[in-house]
């Protein structure tokens, strides 16, 4: 069957997005939303069919959140293609409705004379030792923030601080304004899946959450946008992360159920390939809380840096 040349409505002002869901809700048409930062490859295509599937109407958004990155971060060289995205979700079977491409998801017009007081302020709270974003940083006058405050402090939010607290903003936001029935997410940002999850539960959001599985390359190399960042070299040194994965689970599975020593082993493995270990976790899917011994379902959660790229991966162990 040939591919969909579908080309998708593109609506980049909150209001029209707002109204226009508003109108298909109306209609008794359900909306499925996919959140991306864009540069999408078919790990994300694989999300956008998770939605095709479940609901009546897919909405794709791409917008690069710079509330979940801190100034040292690379906010700056987050890789960026956005025709690209296009042509990409027009050859998805079945094409994808809206792609929600807002320009800037924290300005507000009528704060102009307050944001630019608040710059310094942002100044001297990253002179006390708190928390900054690029967002804060701006001075856009941004100051409320939605915090899903156990399950964000291990794993990712050990290194990154500002991460969790701007990704559970900006969905919110993206809830709000798309109002969907039906999001769409990866398994391999699995901390992130399990804060939206919670953040939904705990706040009352009438949206059905969805994890999907990660989507590999042949090699077995977990896909992101930014393994473009990668060099031949490091990509291939980079493919010990899955293969150390799937030889602690099949340990797992023999019966080695000793956490420390399925860790040492990843540790060592990535470390010898020249991967700069961020965290290598054995953690509760529901809690990820750190386990000692595996008697219950666990995800193992990694990340490293291979030159400058920080490479995330996990694998489900369910014994």
């Known amino acids: 069957m040939e591919a969909s040349k579908k080309e998708p409505l593109i609506i980049t002002d909150k209001e029209q997005m707002r109204k226009w869901s508003r109108t298909m809700r109306s209609q008794g048409k359900s909306i499925g939303l996919v959140p991306t930062m864009g540069y999408l490859h078919q790990g994300h295509i ?3 069919n998770e939605a095709l599937k479940l609901t009546n109407l897919t909405v794709v958004s791409i917008y690069v959140n710079p509330g979940q990155f801190a100034p040292s971060e690379d906010l700056s060289t987050y890789p960026s293609d956005f025709h690209g995205d296009i042509s990409k979700l027009m050859s998805v079977p079945g094409g994808v409705d809206v792609v929600f491409h807002p320009h800037n998801l924290y300005d507000y017009e009528n704060d102009t004379k307050r944001n630019k007081n608040d710059k310094g302020a942002c100044k001297n709270l990253e002179g006390k030792g708190e928390v900054v974003s690029c967002l804060e940083e701006s001075g856009m006058g941004h100051e409320t923030w939605v915090r899903v405050e156990k399950l964000e402090n ?9 991460f ?12 709000n304004i798309v109002e969907p029935d039906v999001a769409v997410f990866g398994k391999k940002d699995y901390q992130q899946w399990r804060i939206v999850q919670r953040m939904v539960r705990d706040l009352d959001f009438s949206i059905r959450i969805i994890g999907t599985e990660i989507l590999r390359d042949n ?3 977990a896909m992101s946008s930014r393994n473009v960042h990668l060099s031949a070299e490091e990509r291939r040194k980079a493919l010990s992360i899955s293969r150390s ?10 019966g080695h159920i000793n956490c420390r020593e399925l860790r040492d082993s990843v540790i060592q493995a990535v470390s010898e390939a020249g991967g700069r270990i961020d965290y290598a976790e054995i953690v509760d899917q ?3 809380q750190a386990v000692e011994e595996i008697s219950s379902p666990v995800v193992f959660c990694i990340a490293a840096w291979f030159g400058k790229v920080r490479l995330i991966d996990n694998i489900e162990i369910n014994l």
Do not use: H, Y
């Open 46 to 48: 694989s999300l956008v």
């Open 154 to 162: 291990g794993l990712c939010g050990k290194s990154r601080p500002v």
């Open 164 to 175: 969790f607290r701007g990704v559970a903003t900006v969905v919110t936001k993206l809830f």
């Open 219 to 221: 090699d077995g190399l």
């Open 245 to 254: 994965l799937l030889g602690a689970k099949s340990s797992a599975e023999n």
């Open 286 to 288: 529901e809690s990820l």
